[in-house]
């Protein structure tokens, strides 16, 4: 079965800082999806980012990145010039890529970031 | 709708009583998920809906929880006899096929059982 591991309860970081959020994960998969999410107060799950694990090159999507480990089985969310509104729970995910699998999303404890003005 | 809809956003029962919880989906979107996130801990999944069968209900707890989708768009997560374990948020998803990796969440139904 698989297991997403994120190691930091809570996080801080100041206004315009960069930040990374740590999150491990086990699988005997080769071919899979990572997934960040945020859940603010109004607990609606964002999609943050998501990376395949066939690809190499690290996924980007304005301030957030990741830093993708495949072999190391890691996979960090780096915020840069954080901001207020990044204030929230985030949370990594991990979802088989496999036909015929029920594709559902396996998460992690959640890491609560805050951010300082 | 322009978005996954749950109903109600809370929800306050006794010990013992039954409840449902809605969730509408968007619109044309075949796969539903219903997740249970307790309170410090991630979403887990429960039940896996793709049109108006259910697919994979392998993470419902007991037989005291069911899950229905008859017409492959709103569906009720039904509960019974609750127990005070049963508080917590409960997360509807959608995404528009089986395979597509994007699913859109909804805000959630807070239970609290008293």
């Known amino acids: 079965a698989q297991t997403v591991t994120q190691s930091q309860p809570e996080m801080s970081v100041q206004e315009a800082e960069t930040v990374t959020l740590s999150c491990t994960y086990d699988?005997?998969?080769?071919?899979?999806?990572l997934f960040w999410y945020k859940q603010p107060p109004s607990r609606q799950m964002i999609l943050v980012i998501r990376q395949e694990a066939y690809k190499q090159q690290n996924a980007t999507e304005n301030r957030f990145s990741v830093n993708f480990q495949k072999a190391a089985k890691s996979f960090s969310l780096k915020i840069s010039d954080s901001q207020l509104g990044d204030a929230a729970m985030y949370f990594c995910?991990?979802?088989?890529?496999?036909?015929?699998?029920?594709?559902?999303?396996?998460f992690g404890t959640g890491t609560l970031l805050a951010v300082q003005p | 709708g322009a978005g996954v809809s749950q109903t109600p956003s809370n929800k306050v029962t006794e010990k013992g009583k039954y409840v449902e919880l809605r969730c509408d989906p968007i619109s044309g979107h075949t796969a539903l998920y219903w997740y249970r996130q307790s309170l410090g801990q991630g979403p887990e999944f429960l039940i896996y809906?793709?049109?108006?069968?259910?697919?994979?209900d392998s993470g419902l707890p007991n037989d005291r929880f069911f899950a229905v989708r008859p017409e492959g768009s709103v569906s009720t997560l039904k509960i019974q006899r609750t127990e005070r374990g049963d508080s917590a948020v409960y997360l509807c998803?959608?995404?528009?096929?089986?395979?597509?990796?994007?699913?859109?969440f909804g805000q959630g139904t807070r239970l609290t059982v008293v």
């Open positions: 699988t005997s998969e080769s071919d899979y999806y």
């Open positions: 998803a959608s995404s528009l096929s089986q395979g597509n990796t994007e699913a859109f």
């Open positions: 809906f793709q049109g108006t069968g259910a697919a994979d």
């Open positions: 995910a991990y979802r088989s890529a496999y036909g015929g699998a029920t594709n559902k999303l396996i």
